[in-house]
Nanobody, 122 residues
Framework: QVQFVESGGGLVQPGGSLRLSCAASGSIFSSVAMGWYRQSPGKQRELVAKIGTFSLNGNYADSVKGRFTISRDNARKTVYLQMNSLKREDTAVYFC???????????????WGQGTQVTVSS
């Protein structure tokens, strides 16, 4: 059974940085694309960054492009999200999940971890 454990969130001032981590279980981690999603109150969960299996290609939502960087360590079964120049509108709970495929943004699994709260506020 796959599990995702997100960490690294917190309270940060606008313009600050955070690095999120997602530790995954399961033997297929290295063979699936991974994504970071976020959800803020009253809004649908959205994909903000995704990465292919070989860490060569990341793709970003327009709202975070140039500020966020996704990476992965297949040996550690961990995916990261480096968030720089944070804005108030980045405030959300951040989740990770595998993707159905790199070209399909839908999550592979119905299971979600607890997520990690990111709050950008002065």
């Amino acid at each position: 059974q796959v599990q995702f454990v997100e960490s690294g969130g917190g309270l940060v001032q606008p313009g600050g940085s955070l690095r999120l981590s997602c530790a995954a279980s399961g033997s297929i981690f290295s063979s699936v694309a991974m994504g970071w999603y976020r959800q803020s109150p009253g809004k649908q969960r959205e994909l903000v960054a995704k990465i292919g299996t070989f860490s060569l290609n990341g793709n970003y939502a327009d709202s975070v492009k140039g500020r966020f960087t996704i990476s992965r360590d297949n040996a550690r079964k961990t995916v990261y999200l480096q968030m720089n120049s944070l804005k108030r509108e980045d405030t959300a709970v951040y989740f990770c999940n595998a993707l159905r495929s790199y070209n399909d943004d839908a999550p592979r699994y119905d299971y979600w971890g607890q997520g990690t709260q990111v709050t950008v506020s002065s």
